[in-house]
Structure formats: structure tokens, C-alpha cells
């Protein structure tokens, strides 16, 4: 009797033993359950924070040619504002030179001009003297004075 009293107590032993690993492997499946649910979930967020980073880096890249169109547009105006300041700097030039051209040309007009008028007042009246009348001189109440 022993034997079959030791038997019954080994089996309830063993089924303790055999309950306790069902309940271990049953809570090792649930957290290998949860496991997997929060290595799916930071995949998910590598996954969302990879296409971030790609877009961000896309953004970038964007932005840095753009940057690059508008220094090379930036540029080119530079270069145009230059060229134009250069011609203006030219027709300033020229026309300083014209308007002094110009100037020149009334005042030896002028000269001529007066010069003739007195020659033609000297004929008409060859017993008055000219010789005071100048161009640079003005009549103020009936007198030539120098300017």
C-alpha cells in the first residue's frame, strides 16, 4: 500500500507541477503576445519616422536647389544692374561731352552773332566807337556795365 498511496501523491504533485507550467507558458505566451504587439507597434513608428526623415531630407534637398536657382538668379542680375550701371556711366559720359559740345557751340554763336551786329553797327555808323560794346557787358539805365 504504500506504493499506491505514494502514486496518488505524485500525480497530484505532477499535476500541480504541470498546472503551474501551463499557467507559466500561458502567461509567457501572453507576454510574448504583448511583446510582439510593441515591436509591431515601433516598427510602425520607425517606419513613419523613416518616411518623415526621407520627406524632411526631400524638403531639404528642395529648398537647397531652389537656394541654388536663387543665388544663380541673384547673380545674374548683379551682373545685369552692373552692366546697366556701366552703360548709363557711358551715356552719362556722352552726354557731358554733348552738352558741353552744345555749350560751346552757342557761345561761339553768340560771339559771332554779336560780333556781326557790331560790324553792321559800325557800317551804318562809321563815326561811332564800338570798341567798349561786349558781349559780357549789360545796358543798366542807359549804360554798359561789365556783369
Known amino acids: 500500500m504504500k506504493a499506491t498511496a505514494k502514486m496518488p501523491k505524485d500525480s497530484s504533485s505532477q499535476r500541480q507541477k504541470n498546472l503551474e507550467l501551463r499557467k507559466r507558458i500561458e502567461r509567457l505566451q501572453s507576454e510574448l503576445q504583448h511583446s510582439q504587439g510593441l515591436l509591431q507597434e515601433a516598427e510602425q513608428l520607425q517606419a513613419e519616422k523613416s518616411k518623415e526623415a526621407a520627406d524632411r531630407a ?15 538668379e541673384k547673380n545674374s542680375l548683379l551682373d545685369e544692374v552692373d552692366k ?12 557731358a561731352k554733348a552738352t558741353n559740345s552744345f555749350k560751346e557751340d552757342v557761345v561761339q554763336s553768340c560771339l559771332v552773332g554779336f560780333e556781326a551786329a557790331v560790324g553792321q553797327a559800325s557800317a551804318f555808323h562809321p563815326t561811332l566807337d564800338f570798341t567798349e560794346h561786349d558781349l559780357g557787358k549789360t545796358l543798366v539805365d542807359g549804360q554798359l556795365r561789365d556783369d
Do not use: C, P
Not at 58 to 72: F, H, M, N, P, V
Not at 84 to 95: A, G, V, Y
Open 84 to 95: 546697366l550701371k556701366r552703360d548709363l556711366t557711358l551715356k552719362d559720359e556722352t552726354l
Open 58 to 72: 526631400r524638403e531639404a534637398a528642395d529648398r537647397g536647389q531652389e537656394a541654388a536657382s536663387l543665388t544663380k
